[in-house]
């Protein structure tokens, strides 16, 4: 195939598409040649949607990127496909990160999308810690996804990789991701076991095969009652040639799939080839992040190019594992993740819903309900409660048993428990700072504590935990003005500068 020119040339297809399923009544594949033109034309989303009669003619892809979100709030309390369904009729172009489990999900619709993937290798290497190489069971993933349909409000697509068999598995699995509560699911052409998206060793089923598995996928979705979006998707760009890659996605819009997807396409010409076929159906990109074989492409680009879908499949999966190994490094080298590089427990209580759940607990609290520390007897913080001994003695009311935290200010608390002779009576009012710089000269931590808070250090940097940092302060505690107490480097060759200000 020559891409060089503006015109697609390439041979016809090497046997004829009407002899494939003959002898399947109701159903045949249609005859055409593939010569997709170059040039983007400025079709009208009514004549696109009039022009393919499918079993849903208005499958739209679109996108948060130029949709109406008030439209889309409106209509939260409609079933996940129908949601997607009507993002599909809006004009535009949609990004959609993949999850891989609920926090992810959540993290996804918390950050504004309308929808959202889930990935089979995403899923694969958190929940096994193995490559998506087939390994991952129907029964694994459909877990996996009904944790993250349940967790956000979102409509949300789920891998649905190649149906996990025949043609009677796939009628199963798209039953099975149906009660999942999926919104939509993308299934593919490979064979089992499968291999992951643009790497070696892919192989495709027959074209028969191919096209009679998305119309038991179809048979699957009207014996449900549902309406799942179906999004076909065929891996014999990298397994065959692009000619029959084409060929197969016009013949799966044929059969009744509602979303067109060519994985590992490898050029921009190819990507234009692809969004010319089936018009009035939506296409899907992939932009693997990375280093995959697709080229990435901006949103907008890929919407003048003809797409209506954006897949993510690694954005989240990819940062988490670097954040992580840099956690584990900072850790192995005595310390814990700087504050900048991860949220504060606060927020991460947020994100998690602990004050919503606090929240909705008040609503079924009743008259006796107590705290746990408040009616267990032991208490690891020391809480006291208050009047606790008198009350039994002395029959006081229902404020006696309140809780009762006693709190020391700086005024009051002095080292060595001595008075005005005392060193480190005036301890609380200078402070330490604390500065961890890293062996490629990069800052990694610069903070402030009151010099009052020993203990304290420790949590921060915990390579401090063997350092008398008090009888530092002994030394110098009637010094004006700044002084270095520490200055070293750690097992992982940073430098810990510790100063009294």
Not at 48 to 64: A, D, G, M
Not at 170 to 197: H, N
Not at 408 to 416: C, E, F, L, S
Not at 462 to 471: E, H, M, Q, T, Y
């Amino acid at each position: 195939m020559n891409l060089s020119s503006s015109v697609c040339r390439h041979r016809s297809p090497p046997s004829s598409p009407e002899n494939l399923i003959s002898n399947f009544k109701g159903f045949t594949l249609p005859s055409y040649l593939i010569n997709p033109i170059l040039t983007k034309k400025n079709i009208g989303y009514d004549i696109l949607r009039k022009s393919r009669p499918s079993v849903h003619s208005n499958s739209i892809v679109v996108n948060s990127y130029g949709g109406d979100r008030k439209a889309y709030d409106a209509t939260s309390d409609s079933s996940p496909a129908k949601k997607l369904r009507q993002l599909l009729d809006s004009p535009g172009i949609h990004q959609g990160p993949a999850c891989f489990n609920a926090l992810s999900a959540k993290l996804v619709e918390r950050a504004g999308f309308q929808f959202c993937f889930t990935t089979g290798f995403g899923i694969s290497a958190a929940r096994l810690g193995l490559p998506d190489t087939g390994l991952i069971s129907y029964g694994e993933m459909v877990e996996q996804g009904q944790q993250i349909t349940e967790t956000v409000s979102i409509p949300v697509i789920g891998d649905g990789d190649n149906g996990y068999g025949n043609a009677m598995n796939m009628k199963r699995t798209v039953k099975g991701y149906i009660k999942a509560g999926f919104a939509g699911i993308i299934l593919e052409d490979q064979v089992s076991p499968k291999a992951c998206g643009h790497t070696q060793g892919r192989k495709v089923v027959s074209r028969e095969e191919a096209v009679m598995k998305i119309k038991a996928a179809v048979d699957a979705r009207k014996e449900s009652g549902s309406d799942i979006v179906i999004v076909a998707r065929t891996d014999s760009r990298q397994a065959l040639s692009l000619e029959e890659a084409l060929w197969r996605s016009r013949a799966f819009a044929d059969a009744g799939a509602d979303v067109l997807f060519i994985d590992a396409l490898a050029s921009k010409e190819e990507m234009k080839a692809f969004c010319e076929i089936s018009p009035g159906v939506p296409k899907m990109a992939n932009m693997l992040e990375g280093g995959g074989k697709t080229p990435i492409l901006t949103p907008l680009e890929l919407e003048e190019i003809g797409y209506k879908l954006i897949a993510y499949p690694l954005s989240l999966l990819g940062v988490s594992i670097r954040a992580m190994d840099d956690a584990l490094v900072a850790i192995k080298g005595g310390r814990v993740p700087s504050p900048a590089s991860m949220p504060s427990f606060e927020e991460v209580k947020e994100i998690l819903g602990f004050n919503t759940y606090y929240e909705e607990e008040k609503l079924y609290a009743t008259k006796n309900t107590q705290p746990v520390w408040q009616t267990g007897g032991g208490n690891p913080y020391g809480i006291r409660r208050w009047g606790q001994d008198d009350k039994e003695q002395t029959g006081e009311g229902e404020e006696a048993s309140k809780p009762v935290v006693e709190l020391m200010n700086p005024d009051m608390y002095k080292y060595g428990g001595g008075g005005s002779n005392d060193p480190f009576s005036g301890i609380w009012s200078r402070s330490l700072r604390v500065k961890i710089t890293g062996r490629d000269g990069f800052e990694k931590l610069d903070i402030r504590i009151p010099a009052g808070f020993l203990d304290g250090i420790t949590n921060i940097v915990p390579a401090l935990g063997g350092v008398n940092i008090k009888a530092l302060l002994d030394d110098v505690s009637f010094e004006v003005g700044g002084k270095l107490l520490l200055d070293f480097k750690d097992s992982m060759g940073d430098r810990i500068q510790v100063f009294l200000e």
